[in-house]
C-alpha cells in the first residue's frame, strides 16, 4: 500500500485552506501552488514581479527541503502569472534560480488570489 505523506514547514507560508504544502507519495513530491507571501510576516510581498517570483521560488523551495529535495530535484512546474506580459522578467529570476538545471513547466495566465501576480507548483523527486 503506498502511504502518503503531508509535507508542513515554517519556513513557508501555511496553507490557507483544506490543503497541504506539499505531499510525498514514494519517490514523488508534490508542491502546492506557493505565492509571495513572506512566511516570517504572513504578509505579501510588495514589489514588481521580479521580487514576488524570487519569493515564491523561495517558498517552493523550503517545501522542497522539508521534504528532502530542493529545486535541483524538479521535474515540472507550472508558473500561474496574472499577467503574461511579465513573462520576460518572471522568466530571468526562474532561470536564474534554477540555475543549469531546466525542469519541464508550463506558463499560464490566470486570475490569482489575493491580487498576488504569481503562483508556482512544482513536482519533485527526493535528493
Known sequence: MTILK?????KAPGA???YSQ???LGDLIFV???IPIDPITGK???GDIGEQTARVLQNVSAVL???GSSLDCVVKTTVYLADLGS???MNKIYAKSFGEHRPTRATVEVGLPAGVAIEIDAIAVPE
Request: no cysteine.
Open 44 to 46: 505579501m510581498v510588495d
Open 87 to 89: 513573462f520576460g522578467e
Open 32 to 34: 502546492s501552488g506557493q
Open 22 to 24: 506539499g505531499i510525498r
Open 6 to 10: 503531508s509535507i508542513s514547514t515554517d
Open 65 to 67: 527541503e522539508a521534504a
Open 16 to 18: 490557507a485552506g483544506p
